[in-house]
């Protein structure tokens, strides 16, 4: 192994595929692989085509790197770059306008169920504070107080001269209060639901 001399072999390729992918014959992988010489048609073929990358190498002949190019893939133009950017822009509008249309709706949704939820609240209470319409009312006897306070302004200085007057009011006032305590135990007779 170490005793006999070795001579190297140069092989030269002239790769003309943009891929950059050799093509080689079938005859040329079995030679390679058994080590055999090359045919005389092929060593003529070698000889006249020129040397790209020739050196020494050993047995077996490694394989070149491939190019670092990207040759089947076409180089984008910044009109390209712009078509695919304003594409993305477009299709994100569309779906920022699509999800802002589907919360306005979910909205919309939302402030109908609280407005109906509302209204019957303020049914409800209605319902349940009819008797406060009653408390809302004007107080009893009003042009008997007219008079009383008339009176008074008359008579700054001589406030017994509306004694009448005061004593009709009082009368109804009280006669009122009987009315609503006789309804209250009326009311109070009747069972409870």
Not at 143 to 162: F, G, M, P, S
Not at 168 to 177: I, K
Request: glycine share 4%.
């Amino acid at each position: 192994m170490g005793a006999s001399s070795s001579n190297p072999r140069t092989v030269t390729i002239d790769n003309d595929s943009p891929v950059g992918v050799i093509d080689i014959s079938d005859d040329v992988v079995n030679r390679l692989k058994s080590g055999m010489p090359p045919k005389e048609g092929t060593r003529q073929q070698q000889s006249s085509a020129p040397s790209v990358g020739a050196g020494p190498s050993s047995y077996p002949n490694p394989l070149p790197p491939p190019p670092t190019g990207f040759y089947g893939e076409p180089s984008l133009t910044s009109m390209q770059i712009r078509r695919e950017k304003e594409q993305e822009l477009r299709a994100n509008d569309v779906y920022w306008t699509k999800r802002l249309q589907t919360l306005e709706a979910n909205l919309q949704k939302t402030n109908q169920i609280l407005e109906k939820e509302y209204n019957d609240a303020i049914a409800d209470v209605k319902k349940r504070f009819d008797s406060t319409a009653v408390a809302h009312q004007l107080p009893p006897c009003q042009d008997l107080k007219a008079k009383v306070v008339e009176c008074y302004k008359k008579n700054q200085h001589e406030t017994l001269n509306c004694s009448a007057d005061v004593r009709a009011f009082t009368d109804c006032v009280n006669l009122h209060r009987i009315q609503l305590l006789k309804e209250k135990a009326s009311g109070s007779d009747k069972p409870a639901k």
